[in-house]
T-cell receptor
Framework: KAGVTQTPRYLIKTRGQQVTLSCSPI?????VSWYQQTPGQGLQFLFE???????NKGNFPGRFSGRQFSNSRSEMNVSTLELGDSALYLC????????????FGQGTRLTVV | DAKTTQPPSMDCAEGRAANLPCNHS???????VYWYRQIHSQGPQYIIH?????ETNEMASLIITEDRKSSTLILPHATLRDTAVYYC????????????WGAGTKLIIKP
C-alpha cells in the first residue's frame, strides 16, 4: 500500500507570492490533516479535511487555506507569503475524522526569501 | 498547551531497552495516550496507543500507570535507527480536538 505522498518536497518562494502544496493520502483514507513544523513552535495543527469539508481548524491566519477533492487528495494554499512561513509542512491521513492513528508524509520544505 | 510533560533528551546504549517517560496528570477518563516519533527530516510515525491496559506491538510496549497519570514507552532493543524525537500525546479518539504536540524527547542511541 502506497504511503502518504506530498509534493513538492522542496520549494523556494519570494515574500508576497502564493504557494500550493499537494497531499495524496493512503488509499481508502478519507481524512487529511495539515501541520506546520518550525524549530521555534514545533508541530502546529493547521486544519483537517474529511469528505471534502473542513472539519477542524487551528489558530492560523486566513492566508492559510485548503481544500479536499472527491478522491480525498488535498491541497493547501498560502497566500501573501511571509518570511515566517518558512517551515516544514506535513500532511497526515487517517481512516476517519479525528482519528489519531495518522500516517504522515515526508513533508514539503518551504523556504520564503 | 500540550497536556503532557516529557524530558527534553535521553541517551540509551544500542541493544539496551530505552524507557521514555511521559507525565499526563490531567488526563481525562476517555483520553488515550498516543506515541509518535519523528526521525530527522521525516514526517512523524505512529508507534502505539493505549487507554489503561499495557499494550505491545512489533515496535514497542506502552506501560500506563494504574492512575493513568503517567506512562512509559519501551523500545526493548534499541538500535541506532531509533534515534528520533518521541512525542507523547493524549486525546480522546475521534474527537474534534486537534492533536497538540509538545516538544517531545530527543532520544539518542549510542553505539
Amino acid at each position: 500500500k502506497a504511503g502518504v505522498t506530498q509534493t513538492p518536497r522542496y520549494l523556494i518562494k519570494t515574500r508576497g507570492q502564493q504557494v500550493t502544496l499537494s497531499c495524496s493520502p493512503i488509499s481508502g483514507h478519507r481524512s487529511v490533516s495539515w501541520y506546520q513544523q518550525t524549530p521555534g513552535q514545533g508541530l502546529q495543527f493547521l486544519f483537517e479535511y474529511f469528505s471534502e469539508t473542513q472539519r477542524n481548524k487551528g489558530n492560523f491566519p486566513g492566508r492559510f487555506s485548503g481544500r479536499q477533492f472527491s478522491n480525498s487528495r488535498s491541497e493547501m494554499n498560502v497566500s501573501t507569503l511571509e518570511l515566517g512561513d518558512s517551515a516544514l509542512y506535513l500532511c497526515a491521513s487517517s481512516l476517519r475524522q479525528g482519528n489519531t492513528e495518522a500516517f504522515f508524509g515526508q513533508g514539503t520544505r518551504l523556504t520564503v526569501v | 498547551d500540550a497536556k503532557t510533560t516529557q524530558p527534553p533528551s535521553m541517551d540509551c546504549a544500542e541493544g539496551r531497552a530505552a524507557n521514555l517517560p511521559c507525565n499526563h496528570s490531567t488526563i481525562s477518563g476517555n483520553e488515550y495516550v498516543y506515541w509518535y516519533r519523528q526521525i530527522h527530516s521525516q514526517g512523524p510515525q505512529y508507534i502505539i496507543h493505549g487507554l489503561k491496559n499495557n499494550e505491545t506491538n512489533e515496535m514497542a510496549s506502552l506501560i500506563i500507570t494504574e492512575d493513568r497519570k503517567s506512562s512509559t514507552l519501551i523500545l526493548p532493543h534499541a538500535t541506532l535507527r531509533d534515534t528520533a524525537v518521541y512525542y507523547c500525546i493524549v486525546r480522546a479518539p475521534d474527537s474534534n480536538y486537534q492533536l497538540i504536540w509538545g516538544a517531545g524527547t530527543k532520544l539518542i542511541i549510542k553505539p
